[in-house]
């Protein structure tokens, strides 16, 4: 019934009313297809915007990666400089100085010590800085691990920055001081906008307290400025990445979206990155073609209206006319032709109305095939991919803006209908041609390939190819989808380059570097100096595994190694290893804790310290021997020197006590008590002479002589002075040079050797060995002796003395010829530093070992006279006195040796000028030169000594005789006088008889 009723309303309608109804009707479908379309369209474009920020924000976080990777791997490499580790500034600073040149992302590079203090930096610092409260370098120091800082203004270059810091760790593991690298914030902007990014896009690069560090692509200063709280809140609270519509800086709606940027080992992000593109950008494009769609419609209902209008006014009699002319019309392609207005009602006006809609249907179908074809067109020319078709001929048919920028063409006439094979660089241009044919063959291919430009630009680009086919299926185009892969190439040739210097890095460097694998402890690399240092072969060793290395095991390595694996703390290991090869090192270590993809490894950096660890321990024993040295020296020069003041005040004693028994009468009783005096005072000669002779400046009586002959007459009384169980073996060289020495001193020297000797072996049955030989010595050999008073080279003489005993411990060794230290109950301890101060008075040495329960051996070198050296035959004393004649000069600063001496001299027969020091001296002699037969001159005085006064007065008379007096040895004086004309030596204390001698020699 309902419908019966709407049919006869339909009916009732007048054509033009049932026009408008069917033009409308008609029409709504369109419309509600039209905003369905357009709303998925739209839908669709912000899925594609929130796909292209996603991508977007993946790009800049890549970037952000890429730069904090290349700081780290700077920092681990500065970190491990030698002159990092010493604070060598001047070099550090022109290593930083040229990084810095390399890398215009950094601000700067600086090295602060472990207190905050900067003490190397890139760029010059006008005054001292101390980044001590800096949050990258308290965090590097509480972690020991890559850090980051927070938005600052640089001090040094007034710029704004972000650093991340490195610790510097010395070579026992500590932190001594952190590497920071300045990321200079203004070039973020600069090296992204070098990115192909969407239209309308900007991101924001946030530090982990919410300050902007810097945003790009768009308008507007915003560096340093707090984030909207609101937004960094929820991206801090919210997982690691995300996307969002809401407001951006600008105030504008946009797709954000946001990733959270770690460094390894830290929970915290330091750093927050979004990317936005504006919403109305991204639905831009919809919103056009829904309002053309709108246009559309609208345009269409005004057209029917006036249609349905015009078919009212008409006339019957046209309508077959019109009917026939717009069927013919339609027919022709004319799908705008309307009949229904001319031809009203009945079966004609419903064919008029048939052939309308038919028309309408015709040109919507038109209409929408129109519509798809500029969809489509739209895409490609927004696409940032270039999409181009070729001919079979390479041949360019069609290439969107995109592809034209990348080929440096101005328009697509430019290039249509050129073959683009010129434009591919020769070495590529062959393997291109084959996709081309392949794809004509129906097979899709993907080709990397090198392109020049019209304008000369070189790009890498990377091309997938696929068939276009018609409508029958006949392939008539290359479609193509080619991106810029220009610096994807760049950052794999870097990171091959980096990979080319870390090889190289471990083929040369002098250090042994292996990595294992921590979970399964294999090798997984080593460098050469490694199997160098070990004595073995890469291959083999690269087939080892660390826990199963014995010699880590005995050395603590393993233990050790365990440990750097579990807490991750970098420690210094020096073992004594015997490697799997068999060669034993002293090696130090350095074992730290690797993550490589999540998987934790041990790298082992170690350095050969062996031959160090030996000189070490040579340097300690020089030291030590050159401290026993001086101790030594020091005794004998306080000894000598009590000495010779002692011999100055027995002079005076003896001279006087001996001046008076000459002017005494023979019956006078005090005869005997100057006799008792003279006795006591060459008792306390002979006690100074001991003490000249541990000082080493003893008055020997020096003659060429044969150790071998004085050995053997020796020989009786060593076989009494010893035990009668104890057994003398000799082994005596036959060409033994002569040595110049006191026979008599010597004799001492070996006859206390062989009392310790046999006193060392006790009670028991034992051998003590004497023996002799001749070697030549050079500075090496006499540096490791036990005494060395900086001997000269050369020959020589030496005899050997030792036994079977108990021998020694070192404690004992370093003391045994210090005075008054001694091993016997009984003993005084003066017996073997009486032998040390006679060997070295004859500037010879001695030679020590001993170990207990193996014996002692002592070895004491005497410089050796050259070969054919005569003996000369000791003089025997006169005992007369002689006078003579003419002035004397005596000099000496005691004024008691003046009065002896002038009342000697006088005596003698001689006139005698006195003087108190050598100024004195030079003055009478310059005066009295010509009465001046002979000048007895004192070494050592006061203002010009003995020497000095010497050479004036030789000065001034070549010829003039100077008898040198001092209370040291004649060896001394002689040493320092010889070949300079000196006329004679006389020892205090001396007598009348010796001082008439030495005048009488003379002449």
Request: aromatic share 6%.
């Amino acid at each position: 019934m309902l419908r019966g009723l709407l049919m006869s309303r339909l009916a009732s309608l007048s054509i033009r009313s049932l026009l408008l109804l069917i033009t409308f009707v008609v029409a709504l479908p369109a419309a509600v297809i039209i905003l369905y379309s357009g709303i998925e369209f739209r839908n669709a474009m912000l899925g594609e915007a929130q796909k292209e920020t996603v991508k977007f924000a993946e790009t800049i976080v890549n970037e952000q990666r890429n730069l904090v990777v290349a700081a780290e791997q700077l920092m681990t490499a500065l970190a491990q400089l030698p002159e990092v580790k010493v604070r060598d500034r001047a070099k550090v600073e022109s290593v930083l100085k040229e990084l810095l040149k390399l890398n215009s992302m950094y601000a700067n590079i600086t090295i602060a010590d472990r207190d905050g203090r900067v003490w190397a930096s890139a760029v010059p610092a006008l005054m001292p800085l101390n980044v001590s409260n800096r949050q990258f370098f308290k965090s590097a120091l509480a972690t020991g691990k890559l850090s980051s800082g927070e938005y600052i203004v640089s001090r040094i270059t007034t710029k704004p920055i972000i650093n991340l810091g490195y610790p510097v760790r010395d070579d026992r593991g500590a932190i001594a001081g952190v590497i920071g690298v300045a990321f200079n914030l203004e070039n973020y902007r600069h090296l992204l906008q070098q990115m192909r990014l969407p239209k309308g896009s900007s991101f924001v690069i946030i530090d982990h307290r919410g300050i902007i560090l810097a945003r790009g692509l768009t308008q507007g200063d915003f560096a340093g400025k707090p984030y909207t709280a609101d937004s960094f809140r929820a991206m801090a609270e919210g997982p690691d990445e995300g996307v969002r519509v809401r407001k951006g800086l600008a105030g504008d709606t946009r797709i954000i979206a946001y990733r959270k940027l770690y460094l390894p080992g830290e929970k915290t992000p330091y750093m927050y990155v979004t990317a936005g593109i504006p919403v109305e950008v991204a639905t831009q494009k919809a919103n056009r073609s829904l309002l053309f769609s709108a246009l559309l419609l609208s345009s269409f209902l005004a057209l029917a209206c006036l249609a349905a209008v015009l078919i009212g006014k008409r006339c019957i009699a046209d309508r077959f006319r019109l009917l026939e002319e717009a069927s013919r019309r339609v027919a022709a392609g004319d799908l705008g032709i309307r009949v229904s207005g001319a031809v009203v009602g009945g079966e004609l006006g419903s064919l008029a109305q048939t052939l309308d809609g038919m028309a309408e249907q015709l040109r919507a179908r038109t209409d929408a095939l129109a519509h798809s074809k500029m969809f489509m067109n739209t895409i490609i020319e927004t696409e940032p991919e270039c999409v181009k078709l070729l001919d079979a001929e390479g041949r360019l048919q069609m290439m969107n803006r995109a592809g034209l920028k990348m080929i440096e063409a101005d328009s697509l006439a430019q290039v249509q209908g050129q073959c683009v094979y010129s434009l591919i660089s020769p070495e590529y241009r062959d393997a291109f041609i084959r996709l081309t044919e392949r794809v004509f063959e129906g097979v899709a291919g993907n080709l990397v390939f090198e392109v020049v430009g019209l304008k000369g630009r070189h790009l890498w680009l990377d091309s997938h190819a696929v068939p276009f086919r018609n409508d029958q299926g006949e392939i008539v185009s290359l479609l193509s989808i080619t991106r810029d892969v220009t610096e994807l190439r760049k950052s794999e040739e870097e990171r091959r380059e980096n990979l080319v210097l870390f090889e190289s890095l471990m083929r040369h460097s002098p250090m042994a570097i292996r990595i294992f694998d921590g979970a399964s402890g294999k090798c997984i690399l080593l460098n050469k100096a490694t199997a160098d240092i070990a004595g073995g072969d890469i291959k083999t060793m690269q087939e080892q595994n660390f826990r199963e290395l014995k010699s880590w095991q005995e050395s603590g390595m393993l233990a050790a190694a365990e440990k750097v694996l579990s807490d991750g703390i970098v420690r210094v290991v020096e073992a004594d290893i015997r490697t799997s090869f068999g060669k034993a090192v002293v090696m130090s270590y350095i074992l730290s804790r690797l993550l490589i993809k999540d998987k934790q490894h041990l790298l082992v950096v170690g350095r050969d310290v062996t031959d160090e660890k030996r000189l070490t321990a040579e340097k300690k024993k020089m030291e030590a021997q050159m401290l026993h040295v001086q101790k030594l020296e020091s005794l004998g020069v306080l000894a000598g020197g009590i000495a010779h003041d002692f011999n100055n005040i027995l002079m005076s004693v003896m001279g006087n006590a001996e001046l008076a028994l000459l002017n005494l009468p023979l019956e006078s009783p005090a005869r005997i008590n100057l006799q008792n005096i003279e006795i006591s005072s060459q008792r306390a000669a002979d006690l100074a002479r001991q003490m000249l002779a541990y000082s080493g400046k003893g008055n020997f009586v020096i003659e060429e002589t044969d150790v071998n002959r004085l050995i053997e007459e020796m020989n009786h009384m060593l076989e009494v002075s010893i035990s009668k169980k104890v057994t003398m073996r000799f082994s005596l060289d036959s060409h033994l040079p002569l040595v110049s020495v006191d026979a008599t001193q010597i004799r001492q020297v070996i006859m206390n050797l062989v009392i310790n000797a046999s006193e060392a072996i006790g009670d028991r049955s034992g051998v003590i060995s004497i023996s002799t030989g001749a070697m030549e010595c050079d500075a090496a050999f006499l540096t490791r002796l036990w005494l060395n008073d900086t001997l000269k080279e050369g020959k020589y003489v030496y005899f050997e003395v030792a036994d079977d005993g108990c021998g020694m411990e070192q404690a004992t060794l370093t003391k045994i010829f210090d005075p008054f230290f001694t091993t016997k109950f009984t003993g005084r301890g003066l017996g073997m530093a009486a032998v040390l101060g006679i060997v070295r008075g004859h500037k010879g040495t001695i030679e020590v070992h001993s170990e207990p329960g193996k014996g002692s051996k002592f070895t004491v070198f005497l410089p050796a006279l050259p070969p054919g050296t005569p003996r000369r035959e000791q003089e025997a004393e006169v005992a007369q006195l002689t006078t003579g004649t003419g002035t004397v000069m005596l000099v000496d600063d005691e004024e008691t040796i003046r009065n002896l001496g002038t009342e000697m001299l006088q005596i003698l027969g001689y006139s005698v000028l006195t003087a108190e020091d050598g100024v004195v001296a030079v003055d009478l002699f310059q005066k009295h030169h010509n009465d001046i037969v002979c000048v007895i001159l004192d070494q050592t005085m006061p203002n010009l000594d003995g020497e000095q006064t010497f050479r004036i007065l030789h000065s001034i008379d070549p010829a003039v005789k100077v008898i040198m007096s001092s209370g040291f040895s004649e060896q001394d004086i002689a040493e320092r006088f010889t070949g300079r004309g000196l006329a004679g030596f006389i020892q205090k204390p001396y007598r009348l008889a010796n001082l008439s001698r030495m005048l009488q020699e003379l002449g």
